[in-house]
Each structure stands twice: as structure tokens, then as C-alpha cells.
């Protein structure tokens, strides 16, 4: 379905000062700079941003670098310590569950072999999300 055709829209900029639900609606108090308004919607959609869990590890100390956040690795998910992989939402990347499982498998599979296995980071599941972000935002 066509998210405009459905008559859904879009409000972006805004500070969520208040929600409330009445009468199988719910009322919101949104802020944008110095203006304030309160409106009506059908339904909230919440998106909260992720970050990766890296805190505390003291990765430094092993020679592990940071990129953006995130683990830095390379195409076989070794870090730049050697013999430590990263893989899944603190490595850089998509931060799915599939592309964590693709990774770990990825990853297990270069340290138990000697072959050069190249990883697809998840290459199917954002091929996979890049299809349904475009049948949404039609
Ligand atoms: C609300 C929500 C909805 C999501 N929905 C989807 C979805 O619909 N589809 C999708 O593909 N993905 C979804 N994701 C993303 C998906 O859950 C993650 O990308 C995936 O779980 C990443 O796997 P991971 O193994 O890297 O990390 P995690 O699954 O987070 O596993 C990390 C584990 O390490 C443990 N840990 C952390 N620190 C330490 C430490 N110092 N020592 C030992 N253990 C530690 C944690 O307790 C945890 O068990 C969603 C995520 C969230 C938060």
C-alpha cells in the first residue's frame, strides 16, 4: 500500500512533549524551536536510535579501533587486533539480526579454516530492507 495514497503523513522536526490517549486517539503536545502545538493522530509510531555496546571494554588496550561508534573490520570481520572479530550490531554495518547472524557465521568460518572467505555483511537482508523502505516510501 501507498503510505501518501493511505492518507498517512509524516511530521519530522519535532520535540514529543506530551502524548495522551483519548477516546481511541492520541493527543500530542509537539515543540518545534520556539513554537509549540498540540494535535490529534491515529496512531505514534516510536523510532529511538541504537548505538553499539562498546563501552567499557577497554578495546584500546587490545589494539581494537573504533570507527564511527562502532568496531572497525574488515571484510572477514577481523578487527584491527588480529585474532579478535567483531561482529553484529557492535561492529560497523546494518544493525539487523540477520546481518548479525550472517557476520558470527562469517567470522567462525575464517578463524576455523584457512580459506578466504569473504563476508557479505548482511548483503541479502539490505537488499531485503532496501525493498521494503522503497515499497513504504512510495
Ligand atoms: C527494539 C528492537 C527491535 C528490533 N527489531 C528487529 C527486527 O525486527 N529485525 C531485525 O533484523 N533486527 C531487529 N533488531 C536488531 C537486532 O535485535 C540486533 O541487530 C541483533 O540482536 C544484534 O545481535 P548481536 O548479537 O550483535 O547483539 P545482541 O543481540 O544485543 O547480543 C549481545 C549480547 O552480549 C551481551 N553483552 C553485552 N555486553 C557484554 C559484556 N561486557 N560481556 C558479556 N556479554 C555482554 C548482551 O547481554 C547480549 O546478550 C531490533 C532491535 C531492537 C532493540
Known amino acids: 500500500m501507498n503510505s501518501k495514497k493511505a492518507g498517512i503523513?509524516?511530521?519530522?522536526?519535532?520535540?514529543?512533549?506530551?502524548?495522551?490517549?483519548?477516546?481511541?486517539?492520541?493527543?500530542?503536545?509537539?515543540i518545534?524551536?520556539?513554537?509549540?502545538?498540540?494535535?490529534?493522530?491515529?496512531?505514534?509510531?516510536?523510532?529511538?536510535?541504537?548505538?553499539?555496546?562498546?563501552?567499557g571494554l577497554a578495546?584500546?588496550?587490545?589494539?581494537?579501533q573504533l570507527e564511527n561508534g562502532h568496531i572497525k573490520v574488515n571484510e572477514h570481520m577481523q578487527t584491527t587486533a588480529e585474532n579478535i572479530y567483531a561482529a553484529g550490531d557492535?561492529?560497523?554495518?546494518?544493525?539487523?539480526?540477520?546481518?548479525?547472524?550472517?557476520?558470527a557465521m562469517c567470522a567462525a568460518k575464517k578463524i576455523s579454516s584457512t580459506a578466504t572467505i569473504k563476508c557479505l555483511r548482511g548483503q541479502q537482508c539490505r537488499e531485503w530492507y532496501s525493498l521494503i523502505l522503497r515499497w513504504g516510501g512510495q
Open 59 to 64: 578495546l584500546e588496550n587490545a589494539g581494537v
Open 32 to 55: 518545534s524551536g520556539k513554537k509549540e502545538r498540540e494535535d490529534e493522530f491515529d496512531l505514534v509510531l516510536l523510532a529511538v536510535g541504537r548505538r553499539a555496546n562498546v563501552e
Open 90 to 103: 557492535v561492529a560497523d554495518g546494518w544493525m539487523l539480526a540477520h546481518t548479525a547472524y550472517d557476520e
Open 9 to 30: 503523513t509524516s511530521e519530522t522536526g519535532y520535540i514529543v512533549k506530551s502524548l495522551e490517549y483519548v477516546d481511541d486517539k492520541v493527543k500530542g503536545g509537539l
